[in-house]
């Protein structure tokens, strides 16, 4: 059912009729029967499968992404300070500059993730302006001379 063209399984497609299968289950839960036995487990499929389905292509997208970031930066250090590349990766500033596009990269994979750090930048400043309306339209007791 699952065989290739080569006669291999397609792992591939195990993994799309799991998931297919599970969403049904999802959909539409019915109770379990003991005759019809589910004996898959995820640790059948090899490792190599899971990587190249899953983390490759993210892989490839976060570095891409990191490539464009840093030489457009890296560009824009040239036209402004006339540094060339080369001479970019030799100093301390174009290595300081490296590891924050990287850490930028990793950090906002999806559009989605800056909702997220907007969110939690509001609710680290929450209380500090919870405190501060406590105190409007009185004197504080540190601001008297």
Same mark, same amino acid.
């Given at each position: ?34 005759k019809i036995s589910v004996t898959f487990d #995820?640790?059948?499929?090899? &490792?190599? =499968? ?10 490839? $997208? /976060? ?12 560009? #824009?250090?040239?036209?402004? &300070?006339? =540094? ?10 174009? $290595? /300081?500059?490296l590891l924050a596009t990287l850490v930028g ?41």
């Amino acid at each position: 059912m699952f065989k290739g063209a080569d006669g291999e399984t397609d792992w591939n497609s195990v993994i799309d009729a799991e998931v297919r299968r599970r969403k049904i289950l999802e959909d539409f839960p019915e109770a379990c029967d003991e005759k019809i036995s589910v004996t898959f487990d #995820l640790s059948m499929i090899p &490792f190599k =499968v899971w990587v190249t389905r899953f983390h490759l292509p993210e892989a490839e $997208k /976060a570095n891409g992404r990191a490539a464009m970031i840093g030489f457009v930066m890296a560009y #824009l250090v040239d036209l402004v &300070f006339h =540094v060339s590349i080369a001479d970019q990766m030799d100093s301390f500033l174009g $290595k /300081a500059f490296l590891l924050a596009t990287l850490v930028g990269t990793l950090a906002i994979r999806r559009n989605e993730d800056l909702d997220t750090f907007k969110s939690l930048a509001d609710e680290a400043t929450f209380y500090d302006r919870q405190w501060n309306a406590t105190w409007e339209g009185v004197d504080r007791p540190s601001e008297k001379k």
